[in-house]
Nanobody, 127 residues
Framework: VQLQASGGGLVQPGGSLRLSCTAS????????VGWFRQAPGKEREGVSC????????YYPYSKKGRFTISRDNDKTTAYLEINDLKPEDPAVYYC?????????????????????WGKGTLVTVSS
């Protein structure tokens, strides 16, 4: 199982980005797919999660509004759209997958519970 996050880069404050998570060696249906981020000196935190089978989503309270998670029909790709990027958003963004035995909220709020992680993509916000 391999996951690859891509799409990060340097964006001006207020700008937008669309990150992609591409899986190989596994189909994402029957998994929870999550986006997480980790800034220097901070713990890894959940940004949003999606039940790839049903499309239901979960956003931690602090992440509601500017982040949108979605999935493709190819069973190998998930996306994270970030709008109105702010100074607190710079981080390495990771995608990860975990089983659906726990609810999306648990998966999103407890990164250590995810089963597979990809290499992250760096998001930088600067004018």
């Amino acid at each position: 199982v391999q996951l690859q996050a891509s799409g990060g880069g340097l964006v001006q404050p207020g700008g937008s980005l669309r990150l992609s998570c591409t899986a190989s060696g596994v189909y994402l249906d029957y998994y929870a797919v999550g986006w997480f981020r980790q800034a220097p000196g901070k713990e890894r935190e959940g940004v949003s999660c999606i039940n790839y089978t049903t499309g239901s989503t979960y956003y931690p309270y602090s992440k509601k509004g500017r982040f949108t998670i979605s999935r493709d029909n190819d069973k190998t790709t998930a996306y994270l759209e970030i709008n109105d990027l702010k100074p607190e958003d710079p981080a390495v963004y990771y995608c990860a997958i975990g089983g659906l035995d726990y609810g999306l909220g648990i998966r999103c709020e407890r990164p250590s519970g995810m089963d597979y992680w990809g290499k992250g993509t760096l998001v930088t916000v600067s004018s």
